[in-house]
């Protein structure tokens, strides 16, 4: 991978990790439709890294505040009902399916799940569900009344990102709005609920960081193109987390859902006409 590429790669991550499209997608996709090699699961997710990085800065009083809250209630109960304290737990039960899931389904995530007809798909599936969760949404609660039942239902909508094509902030914004969460507080909890997951699956990754990832696929990309792809992730990521926030406070999700329907029209015809290939090369 050249730094040309990897730059390229990291803006992409960047805008497409906290938008409703997808990040692990697009990753799959730009590079298919500019003929260049498939980085490979294992370089989404150390990118992601930078991604999330922006999210622990952006966020850090709430983080910080969560964190601090949950461990001293480890040590005195009666803090166990402060709400940053349950907010911790929400955050840790929250995260356990995507983390058995993903444990569970890894080998099947680095090839099969790359399937660009699978991606296509799933962009438009998920779409019409990001649709149909912004049709029936009450928009009434806040973080401040998410319960154990909420962040184990907005957990398994997480699970679901592990598909490229899917997209972790549209499957869990769309579960958040089924509950009845306002768009700005469903994204808010999206966020602060990747932290634990990206960063589990980033470290996790980084030991595949330049080695083979499949028989039929070239070596993943070096420290270099990775370490560079991860640092503008970052800084994109970071505007990007600020620039949805605002936009969800008066704004639908309309517009990425028309983005997601196109997208996915726009792979099939291309895959249907033999210009792409469905898998990696």
Same mark, same amino acid.
């Given at each position: 991978m050249s730094t040309f590429q990897a730059i390229i790669l990291g803006i992409v991550q960047g805008l497409t990790? %906290?938008?409703p499209i997808?990040?692990? &997608?697009?990753?799959?996709? #730009?590079?298919?439709?500019?003929?260049? @090699?498939?980085?490979?699961?294992? %370089?989404?997710?150390?990118?992601?890294? &930078?991604?999330?990085?922006? #999210?622990?800065?952006?966020?850090?009083? @709430?983080?910080?505040?969560?964190?601090t809250a949950w461990f001293a209630s480890l040590r005195d109960r009666t803090r166990?009902?402060?709400?940053?304290?349950?907010?911790?737990w929400y955050l840790i039960v929250a995260t356990i399916p995507?983390?058995?899931?993903?444990?569970l389904l890894k080998d099947q995530i680095k090839s099969g799940a790359r399937d660009l007809r699978l991606i296509a798909a799933s962009l438009i599936v998920m779409g019409l569900v990001l649709l149909y969760a912004e049709k029936v949404a009450s928009k009434r609660k806040t973080v401040d009344d998410i319960d154990s039942r909420d962040g184990i239902a907005i957990g398994l909508a997480q699970s679901m990102a592990l598909v490229p094509g899917v997209s972790r902030s549209g499957a869990t914004i769309s579960a958040g709005l089924f509950?009845?969460?306002?768009?700005e507080d469903a994204a808010r909890f999206s966020f602060l609920l990747s932290v634990p997951a990206v960063v589990l699956s980033g470290l996790?990754?980084?030991?595949?960081?330049?080695?083979?990832?499949?028989p039929h696929m070239a070596a993943s990309p070096g420290f270099g193109p990775t370490a560079i792809?991860?640092?503008?992730?970052?800084?994109?990521?970071?505007?990007?987390i600020a620039w949805l926030l605002r936009y969800l406070v008066n704004h639908t999700t309309v517009v990425f859902v028309a983005y997601r329907v196109a997208l996915g029209v726009l792979l099939f015809v291309l895959l249907?006409?033999?210009?792409i290939s469905a898998h990696p090369s």
């Amino acid at each position: 991978m050249s730094t040309f590429q990897a730059i390229i790669l990291g803006i992409v991550q960047g805008l497409t990790e %906290f938008l409703p499209i997808s990040s692990s &997608g697009h990753l799959r996709i #730009v590079p298919a439709l500019l003929g260049w @090699d498939d980085p490979g699961a294992s %370089f989404t997710a150390v990118i992601q890294l &930078g991604t999330m990085a922006a #999210v622990v800065i952006y966020f850090w009083k @709430d983080l910080w505040r969560i964190t601090t809250a949950w461990f001293a209630s480890l040590r005195d109960r009666t803090r166990r009902q402060d709400p940053d304290a349950r907010m911790g737990w929400y955050l840790i039960v929250a995260t356990i399916p995507i983390a058995v899931i993903g444990f569970l389904l890894k080998d099947q995530i680095k090839s099969g799940a790359r399937d660009l007809r699978l991606i296509a798909a799933s962009l438009i599936v998920m779409g019409l569900v990001l649709l149909y969760a912004e049709k029936v949404a009450s928009k009434r609660k806040t973080v401040d009344d998410i319960d154990s039942r909420d962040g184990i239902a907005i957990g398994l909508a997480q699970s679901m990102a592990l598909v490229p094509g899917v997209s972790r902030s549209g499957a869990t914004i769309s579960a958040g709005l089924f509950l009845g969460y306002t768009r700005e507080d469903a994204a808010r909890f999206s966020f602060l609920l990747s932290v634990p997951a990206v960063v589990l699956s980033g470290l996790f990754s980084l030991k595949d960081v330049g080695a083979k990832a499949e028989p039929h696929m070239a070596a993943s990309p070096g420290f270099g193109p990775t370490a560079i792809a991860t640092v503008i992730s970052f800084v994109v990521g970071y505007a990007a987390i600020a620039w949805l926030l605002r936009y969800l406070v008066n704004h639908t999700t309309v517009v990425f859902v028309a983005y997601r329907v196109a997208l996915g029209v726009l792979l099939f015809v291309l895959l249907a006409a033999g210009t792409i290939s469905a898998h990696p090369s």
